[in-house]
């Protein structure tokens, strides 16, 4: 092993750094982390690198693209097509492109690993499952590697990918699976927001003099699709400042794409309003547009407050059918600063999404817009026990944070950053708070696969880590023994299983319940979470499930046993493996073990 | 728009074939020099290989920029707000696509209007206008830099395609 490689699988993008592991290094010398130009096919027959790989598949078909174009430098003819032309051409026919697979990864309403992208794929295309196309970016970066560094082959190095902080056990488990799929050897998983952190801390240095014992660290993570808040305490042990991470927020599916199609649809309904319309293609375009105009605008220094977007016509008549339109910095200012990051009172929560009877299936996004909205709820998460006091809160039990540390793309944008930082410091006011200090983050794009990579050397010893633990709390539902009612299920209850901030390289035994599992049939068992009751402790019975409750795949055993059939009577086991995955065993009084693994084929057939 | 086409056209003879067309001279009112006739190389790749790269790089400007739709639509009976919005978008893909491509720079790297003392004396790379003397002048003020393809790399052709497809023909199902 002489590399450490930290992945950033993105929703929107994907990058990777890597560091050298130098033998007997100085545990203070600041880690070399480097990022790795990726070669990816820009065109057809055109094969460039580029700092990222854009996370997006295209499954080619017959009249796609002319025989002999889609080679790469590993690869003379590749079954997929990732990154940049697959964005491209991805445009023009949308039917065969997927994107957006690590938020499918996530999402617990499908089956995750059954081939279901592209979504909207026309009768006939081959499809792939959330996991099989996160495999597809992760192999890409492999051969990439393979092909850049042939001296030093990819699965012998140190691997981290990173996974957004809000992910569950079940999409953590599924990204460990896609690694596998694609040929990575050995491979452990870090959330974003640390890893962000991390590359702040590789920046600094002196980390340790610029926060002090007591801060409090939000970490705002918004990239191209999601959103993801982290809370990081500056903490004491063995006399030496460490770091804990103490709270993450619920998944959001909320991001800059969302931004950049808020403006486009403004625009074009402007267009509307004079009575031109234009079609999904016209709108891709005005799309990508709308977000080079958004960019100037917002600029560092940028003094013009109007930009000229075009659709250039279609067909040969190119200036005959172009459509002018603009955008103005005060529609920026609007769409941004009122739809998607108003000036709102801490106390003011996200609408909550509406369950109706019958859903479309497709992506949960966010039902609420207001980026700030969601922070406030993020902040008011109740305190948990586990916290003893190391995070400052507000009379009103706002969490107050010290220090705001931004990463992601969207903020680039200054008017993003400061209307936020404003936003905190209002609400930080009413607490009676002094406002936060943000901390300089600077590479953006590539925080978090550095930081990934500085994690990786930590991990060899040199540097710090940040100490976090599991960052939601677990539950196995168990039916109610109740007398059976037609048509009314019978009530759910939750045991405690895996309790909040449960650490690493731990296990715990649940007291208090045992189950008779029978020999050679599968048992499966529903499986909950919650970011929000954070003081239950193992074993504990939750009677009334509530909102605060989050539904995932279930999980099941199969107990095969050398002496026949009959009834076992097993414990549950919980275990936090080193590199922070959870597992469920039973345990039989005999000590023989099972282990539970995630069905995420089940949950469809309910 | 005479000059926005006699610019267009002039840029593109003079990349791919180093001259400009006679009825290009004709309106600048320029006269040819003789100019020395492309050498063949023995082991320089076939005349039919530097005119694929040449529809190559067509191709590549019709694709980022739509550069060969606009040369070729008549634009006359447009205002010069349509023109002009079309052709900012258009401008700036092309300048994109053609710097990542061809790496341009000056053939004198001075600054126009300035006196200049040429150091090379090929009549293709200096030109001297005005009133030259008979004799080879040693210098005068610099009117254009001039451009010179510095590096060219465009990506390998496919064998299997042919080349003379500029852009193919888009077919939309709806």
């Known amino acids: ?606 | 728009m005479g000059r926005i086409w006699l610019a267009t056209r002039g840029f593109f003879s003079i990349l791919f074939r180093g001259v400009l067309p006679d009825d290009a001279l004709a309106q600048l009112g320029l006269i040819r020099r003789a100019t020395p006739k492309p050498q063949k190389a023995a082991a320089a790749p076939t005349p039919a290989r530097l005119s694929d790269g040449a529809l190559q790089i067509l191709s590549i400007l019709q694709r980022d920029s739509r550069l060969v739709d606009f040369i070729m639509e008549d634009i006359a009976g447009y205002s010069d707000d349509q023109v002009g919005a079309a052709v900012r978008g258009l401008h700036e893909q092309a300048r994109e696509s053609l710097s990542r491509y061809v790496k341009l720079e000056p053939v004198i790297d001075g600054v126009e209007g300035t006196f200049t003392k040429p150091v090379v004396s090929d009549p293709a790379a200096v030109k001297f206008i005005g009133n030259v003397p008979a004799g080879k002048p040693s210098g005068g003020l610099l009117r254009h830099k001039g451009w010179r393809a510095g590096k060219i790399d465009l990506p390998p052709l496919n064998p299997k395609q042919d080349a003379g497809i500029i852009a193919p023909a888009e077919i939309e199902i709806e």
């Not at chain 1, 026919?93 to 499908?110: E, Y």
């Not at chain 1, 709108?283 to 990508?288: F, K, V």
């Open chain 1, 1 to 606: 092993m002489k590399y450490v490689i930290g992945i950033d699988l993105g929703t929107t993008n994907s990058a990777l750094a890597y560091a050298e592991i130098k033998p007997g290094a100085d545990r203070f010398d600041t880690p070399d982390v480097r990022l790795m130009e990726i070669p990816q096919l820009v065109n057809p027959g055109e094969a460039r690198e580029g700092p990222l790989l854009p996370s997006a598949l295209y499954i080619p078909g017959v009249s796609d693209f002319p025989a002999g174009s889609l080679g790469l430098p590993w690869d003379p003819e590749p079954e997929f097509v990732t990154g940049r032309l697959a964005q491209k051409r991805g445009v023009e026919n949308a039917g065969r492109l997927v994107t957006s697979a690590k938020s499918w990864l996530s999402h617990s309403g499908v089956d995750r690993t059954a081939p279901i992208l592209p979504w909207n794929a026309p009768e006939g295309v081959r499809k792939l499952s959330p996991v099989d196309a996160s495999a597809e970016y992760l192999k890409h970066l492999r051969q990439a590697w393979d092909a850049k560094m042939p001296d030093s082959p990819f699965t012998e190095q140190k691997v981290l990918v990173t996974v957004p902080a809000s992910f569950d056990a079940v999409a953590r488990e599924l990204t460990l699976e896609a690694a596998k799929h694609a040929g990575y050897g050995d491979v452990a998983l870090l959330e974003e927001p640390q890893a962000a952190f991390y590359a702040w801390i590789e920046r600094h240095q002196d980390w340790r003099g610029r926060v002090k014992l007591g801060d409090l660290i939000l970490v705002v993570d918004i990239g191209g699709g999601t959103t993801d808040f982290t809370l990081i305490a500056v903490t004491e042990h063995a006399g030496e400042l460490a770091l804990d991470r103490m709270a993450v927020g619920d998944h959001i599916l909320l991001g800059g794409d969302n931004m950049d199609l808020a403006l486009a649809r403004m625009v074009a309904d402007q267009l509307a309003e004079k009575g031109t319309r234009i079609d999904t293609l016209q709108l891709h375009a005005l799309w990508q547009n709308c977000r080079v105009a958004k960019e100037k605008l917002l600029a560092p220094g940028a003094k013009s407050k109007e930009q000229p977007v075009t659709i250039l016509g279609k067909g040969t008549g190119l200036v005959g059918g172009t459509i002018k339109a603009a955008v103005t910095r005060d529609d920026v200012d609007r769409v941004l600063g009122e739809g998607f990051f108003p000036r709102v009172a801490s106390s003011d929560l996200p609408q909550r999404q509406r369950r109706f009877g019958l859903q479309e299936i497709g992506l949960p996004y966010a039902a609420d817009a207001a980026v700030t909205k969601h922070l406030a709820q993020f902040l008011r998460q109740p305190a948990s026990s586990a916290e003893h006091e190391r995070v400052r809160r507000g009379a009103s039990g706002l969490a107050a944070p010290t220090h705001v540390l931004f990463n992601g793309g969207v903020l680039y944008a200054r008017l993003i950053r400061d209307r936020l930082i404003e936003v905190l410091n209002a609400w930080l006011g009413e607490e009676g708070f002094s406002p936060v200090q943000p901390l300089a983050g600077e590479d953006l794009m590539h925080a978090v696969s550095r930081g990934a990579a500085y994690y990786g050397m930590a991990l060899q010893g040199a540097g710090v880590r940040i100490r976090g633990g599991v960052p939601r709390t677990y539950y196995v539902g168990i039916e109610s023994s109740m007398p059976a009612v037609p048509g009314i299920a019978a009530p759910l209850k939750a045991l405690t299983v895996a309790p909040f901030g449960m650490e690493e390289g731990t296990a715990v035994s649940i007291p208090g319940r045992e189950f008779g599992l029978i020999v050679g049939q599968p048992a499966e068992f529903r499986f909950f979470s919650s970011t929000v009751r954070k003081n239950d402790t193992p074993g504990a019975l939750i009677e009334d499930l509530g909102d605060d409750l989050q539904e995932l795949s279930p999980i099941e055993v199969n107990l095969t046993s050398e002496d026949g059939t009959g009834t076992v009577p097993v414990s549950f086991e919980t275990v936090v493996t080193e590199t922070g995955v959870l597992q469920l065993w039973c345990v039989a009084r005999d000590g023989r073990r099972w282990k539970l693994e995630f069905n995420v084929r089940e949950r469809l057939a309910q």
